[in-house]
């Protein structure tokens, strides 16, 4: 059974930085996209980053594009979001997703496509 559990969350400053991590279990590290997305209360699920196991590519929303990044840890089945200058608008639960096989470009920006979800982790950004 596939597993993801974030962790990293937490409050700060506008300005600052968080690095959140997300591990996953219950089947290879390879063949798959790992994804970020987030809620913020009342709003839709909404795409963050994603990045392609097998070959490292990356794509993200274009209001992270610049501050946010994502990568990956093979050896750790880990998957991390780096994310700096954070703003009072990156408040939201942020999701770990995966999908059971490579997605193109369009569909990893819609949350229906993906097939697995942690619980989440609260981001909290002050003014």
């Known amino acids: 059974q596939v597993q993801l559990v974030e962790s990293g969350g937490g409050s700060v400053q506008a300005g600052g930085s968080l690095r959140l991590s997300c591990t996953a279990s219950?089947?290879?590290?390879?063949?798959?996209?790992m994804g970020w997305f987030w809620q913020a209360p009342g709003e839709e699920r909404e795409f963050v980053a994603s990045?392609?196991?097998?070959?490292?590519?990356?794509y993200y929303a274009n209001s992270v594009e610049g501050r946010f990044t994502i990568s990956k840890d093979s050896a750790k089945n880990t998957v991390y979001l780096e994310m700096k200058s954070l703003e009072p608008e990156d408040t939201a639960i942020y999701y770990c997703?995966?999908?059971?096989?490579?997605?193109?470009?369009?569909?990893?920006?819609?949350?229906?496509?993906?097939?697995?979800w942690g619980r989440g982790t609260q981001v909290t950004v002050s003014s």
């Open positions: 997703a995966s999908d059971r096989k490579l997605m193109s470009e369009p569909r990893l920006r819609d949350p229906v496509f993906w097939d697995y």
């Open positions: 990045i392609n196991l097998d070959d490292g590519s990356t």
């Open positions: 219950g089947r290879t590290f390879s063949g798959f996209d």
